[in-house]
């Protein structure tokens, strides 16, 4: 019998065999899932203290776990985000993903959610169908070379740089025009030191308006997020431009980031960038 309870650090050996059939396709350069430890690292942290952890156990067995959490939207409320579910691929034609869906939604309605979303790769769609989710619009990824980035001054507007943080500030547990979840992850890899990178608020009137984090990708590219509270809508495009632009320090080429569709506008207003569909697939469901 099947049994769905809170994750513990001990569940991540029985873990990394289920990694090892279902992420096979992450950490290319490292070769795959390999340790217990590359796990674990999943599972610590500012970008996880927020998240609820539910795993499947099977005969004294982990065999699948469900990664979710909620976050703020100034326009519909409160969201729930599903991060990542894995079933270990011997367990896939049973009922243990939609177990595993149903177990977080229940905490997430019990939050006052009103909806959830999940990123789906195309092959995972018809599971996500079955369970009532179904594809929103779509993601849009955004591209272009930092000397093109126009440079926004006002003095209407002051930036503060944030250092030395140990958990996720505040100001960072909410999406407006960032796609859910996308801020609070790129900026808990910076907090826990996966990512060199800088976390950034803006002011008007010591009044918050907008956030944002960039984070260096590579040696030609960073990405970054950026987002703006209701009162930061017509600041939108400074604190996109001095977001992006922060990546001017290391010396990179390129900066990138991943909106939703109906946010490309907002990102266009400020310069034309060279944009893309992503393959992924957002999928929601009213609870």
């Known amino acids: 019998m099947v049994t769905i309870r809170q994750g513990m650090m001990k569940d991540c050996t029985d873990l990394l065999e289920v990694y090892q059939g279902t992420r096979w396709f992450y950490r290319t350069r490292e070769g795959g899932y390999k340790t217990v430890e590359q796990v674990k690292e999943e599972h610590r942290g500012a970008a996880f203290e927020r998240w609820g952890w539910l795993v499947a156990e ?13 976050e703020k939207t100034p326009s519909t409320g409160k969201v729930g985000i599903i991060r990542n ?11 243990i993903g939609t177990k595993l869906t ?16 999940a990123t789906t790769p195309p092959a995972a769609y018809n599971y996500w169908m079955k369970v ?30 944030l250092e030395k943080l140990a958990k996720l500030p505040t100001s960072m547990k909410f999406s407006h025009i ?11 890899d910076v907090i826990d030191g996966r990512l060199d990178g800088k976390l950034l608020e803006y002011y008007s009137n010591d009044r918050l308006i907008g956030v ?13 997020i950026a987002d703006i509270t209701k009162r930061g809508l017509e600041y939108s495009d ?21 909106v939703p569709k109906d946010q ?19 999928v929601t469901r009213l609870l």
């Not at 939604?105 to 939050?111: G, H, P």
């Not at 990546?247 to 980031?257: D, G, Q, R």
């Open 58 to 70: 099977d005969k004294g067995h982990v065999v699948g776990e469900i990664v979710f959490r909620s």
């Open 85 to 95: 579910l894995d079933v270990d691929v011997r367990h896939q034609k049973e009922t």
């Open 102 to 117: 149903n177990a977080a939604e229940s905490v997430l309605r019990n939050r006052k959610v009103v909806r959830v979303t």
């Open 132 to 161: 009532k989710y179904f594809a929103r619009e779509s993601i849009t990824n955004l591209k272009l070379p930092i000397n093109k980035i126009p440079e926004k001054k006002s003095t209407a507007v002051k930036t503060v740089r």
């Open 178 to 188: 960032a796609y859910p979840g996308a801020l609070a992850e790129l900026a808990g």
């Open 212 to 224: 944002g984090v960039v984070a260096k990708q590579d040696t030609k590219s960073a990405k970054f």
């Open 238 to 258: 400074i604190v996109i431009s001095r977001t992006a632009k922060t990546a001017a320090v290391w010396k990179l080429k390129t900066v990138h980031t991943t």
């Open 264 to 282: 490309v506008g907002t990102h266009m207003n400020l310069c034309k960038w060279s944009s893309e569909l992503s393959t992924d697939i957002p």
